[in-house]
């Protein structure tokens, strides 16, 4: 059965509801929480394991029958044994931990809703901006309220870029390595901010000219690609292929133009 345009409205309006809370978790641990390594370069933090349990707790609420996947496994105290296999909630509680940490003010709340694995809904929330960032399939992108669109430089020598490396070690002859160099001779200016999200957020309102990522993970995304996309960004892998959003490796652009641009220095 096809999800009408009330449904998605309202599926839109709980995942900005449930971001807002996640937030409201993190401000109040903001500088208050000591992180611990859950794997190599790979923090969390008590603000990271609250925000999900208000996040998953408010949705199993107002949507019990719907599967929810979050960034941090906790135990599931009423179970799921008779979620709806179609709909799922994929949440990052806290996307950006390592600036969390640090008391470095760029981190987001990321929310999607996925249908049979198609993106419907996504929200990313910015609680200390009280920006919040988010799009329905097919409907646009906005921030706040107000509708949203990448920017349209077309001039690689005149682009902004952000990028994310991955948390293995590197060497100068690393693809990653070789990649940045690339880019960093063509483009005009790099930034690396920490924040898959919020990064995938600034192309779509144009703040930044395009994006490109190595090793991300479902929950840092979801969200974040259904905003770019529904602002007009080409998403694809370095090869200009679809994305796998279960294996996420792409570049970004604002616009086809500068993707094609990018495409030869990152497709190595």
């Not at 999607?112 to 646009?140: C, H, M």
């Not at 590197?170 to 924040?195: A, C, D, Y």
């Amino acid at each position: 059965m096809e999800v009408n345009d009330q449904e998605l409205a309202d599926f839109s309006e709980a995942s900005r509801e449930a971001a807002r809370l996640g937030g409201q978790v993190l401000l109040k641990w903001l500088g208050k929480t000591t992180p611990r390594e859950k794997g190599y370069k790979d923090l969390v933090t008590q603000a990271d394991l609250e925000s999900q349990t208000v996040i998953r707790d408010f949705f199993k609420n107002a949507f019990p029958s719907h599967q929810f996947v979050g960034e941090e496994s906790l135990p599931d105290p009423g179970g799921n044994e008779t979620a709806d296999q179609d709909y799922c909630w994929i949440v990052d509680p806290l996307d950006g931990t390592t600036n969390f940490v640090h008391q470095l003010r760029s981190f987001a709340v990321s929310i999607a809703l996925q249908r049979n694995n198609e993106t419907l809904v996504g929200t990313v929330f910015d609680p200390v901006l009280e920006e919040s960032y988010w799009a329905i399939k097919g409907k646009g992108a906005k921030l706040n309220g107000q509708m949203i669109q990448t920017s349209q430089c077309v001039e690689i020598q005149k682009s902004l870029f952000v990028f994310s490396f991955s948390r293995d070690n590197k060497t100068r002859e690393s693809p990653e390595v070789i990649r940045f160099l690339n880019m960093l001779e063509h483009v005009g200016s790099l930034r690396r901010l920490g924040s898959a999200a919020l990064n995938l957020c600034y192309v779509a309102c144009g703040r930044l000219d395009g994006y490109w990522a190595t090793s991300l993970q479902k929950w840092d995304v979801a969200a974040g690609w259904l905003i770019a996309t529904e602002a007009g960004a080409h998403l694809a892998d370095f090869e200009d292929r679809e994305i796998d959003l279960d294996h996420p490796r792409f570049c970004i652009t604002a616009n086809p133009e500068l993707f094609e641009q990018v495409k030869p220095l990152l497709a190595i």
